[in-house]
């Protein structure tokens, strides 16, 4: 049976949705991986998002509800930073999840975390970390993607989004888009933590 990778995201203006994208190529680049892509609920109202000038949702990414997420064999979890953390629409997704953790449905499942910030200061590790306490309570167990990029983690002549913890990208102002650079750090995370969580499923 294949290894199921569900890359969940929540995106208000395209930025988390193109690193989700790269890494469900990088996931279902791995032999016997099915990558699927995963949207949570939107919180907001259709003004309210409006005047922030926030992007339409995909139409052919499905909207996720809480009890999917057991049939995945890894999580990847993807959203931007509101003030050094996860945004409210994941968080009250992940506040929908208490049966599952009643019952520790989802302790074992390997899961990993990929952002976006405003600027390079702006939490592209505090929300990472932060979010690190969703997956403990969960009893899930967090893959970072360490220093396994290589050379790309060390670069220093342009602008990186991304950390130890997971792919990232620095929005700006909105206008800014993700890099080639950063789009293959995603890549790289898919594949890297698919061949993880196909290594646990056979394993188990």
Known sequence: MATKIYVVYYSTYGHVAALAEEIKRGAASVDGVEAKLWQVPETLSDEALAKMSARPKREDVPVITPGQLMDADGLLFGFPTRFGMMPAQFKAFMDGTSDLWCEQKLAGKPAGIFLSTGCQGGGQETTALTAIT?????????????????????ETGEVKGGSPYGAGTVAGDGSRVPTQLELQQAFHQGKYFAGIAKKLKGSA
């Open 134 to 154: 969703q997956l403990a309570h969960h009893g899930m167990i967090f893959v970072p993607v360490g220093y396994t990029f290589g050379a790309g983690m060390f």
